[in-house]
């Protein structure tokens, strides 16, 4: 089975721009959450989509927006870019009911300048 | 939540166990212990999970204290490729979210 693919693994942009992060769950898996984390700590829950819906947020402003697809992949979109929202963005899928825990792709750093 | 606590970091001996502890005094009686650990430059990988009798799989040990305040997980023969952060949570299994803490590196060295 494919893991949690994410793209770009590099990302570079300026205060101000937005950004739209992506992912590819593992297959089979039709949950999809996202984390941001900042260097030395641990990973901060962004949002989690089921099933296309929304299904829980973080404490994060509404310029960090989600969608999830028919095919269960995802994309993380960040507007007006702040000199904080540099981190590495993690996507994680998982199957609802399953208690092995979440799989996490390798993430995407996101440095804004 | 559970807040769970961690020490910052520790060093073992390649071959030797290592055994992180972690303490999560407000669990809740629906919470599980899990644990993930995270390798540079990647993402987080789940370990194992627990909720009150010591759990066992290829990769690790999970001890669970009788009063469910303190976990200790065990790596029971260390090598390089263990070096990483290791985190602790506490999560129900159907929350959305996992409430990361800041971890324990633990440095594994020759």
């Known amino acids: 089975e494919t893991g949690v693919t994410q793209s770009p693994t590099h990302l570079i942009k300026t205060r101000g721009q937005q950004v739209t992060l992506r992912c590819s769950s593992q297959?089979?898996?039709?949950?999809v959450s996202w984390y941001q984390q900042a260097l030395g700590q641990g990973p901060q829950f962004i949002f989690q989509?089921?099933?296309?819906?929304?299904?829980g947020r973080g404490n994060f402003p509404p310029r960090f927006s989600g969608l999830q697809f028919p095919n269960y992949s995802s994309e993380l979109n960040v507007n007006a870019l702040e000199l904080d929202d540099s981190a590495l963005y993690l996507c994680?899928?998982?199957?609802?009911?399953?208690?092995?825990?979440?799989?996490f792709g390798s993430g995407t750093r996101l440095t804004v300048v | 939540d559970a807040k769970t606590t961690q020490p910052t970091s520790m060093d073992c001996a390649e071959g030797r166990a290592a055994n992180l502890p972690c303490n999560h005094s407000?669990?809740?009686?629906?919470?599980?212990v899990y644990w993930y650990r995270q390798i540079h430059s990647q993402g987080p990988q789940y370990i194992i999970h627990?909720?009150?009798n010591n759990e066992t799989n290829e990769m690790a040990s999970l001890i669970i204290t009788e009063d469910r305040k303190s976990s200790t997980l065990i790596l029971p023969h260390a090598t390089l490729r263990d070096t990483a952060v290791y985190y602790c949570?506490?999560?129900?299994?159907?929350?959305?979210?996992?409430?990361f803490g800041t971890g324990t590196r633990l440095q594994v060295t020759l």
């Open positions: 949570i506490g999560y129900t299994g159907t929350a959305s979210k996992l409430t």
């Open positions: 989509y089921y099933r296309e819906e929304e299904n």
């Open positions: 297959s089979g898996h039709n949950t």
């Open positions: 627990g909720l009150k």
């Open positions: 994680a899928s998982s199957l609802g009911g399953r208690w092995d825990g979440y799989t």
């Open positions: 407000t669990i809740s009686g629906n919470e599980y």
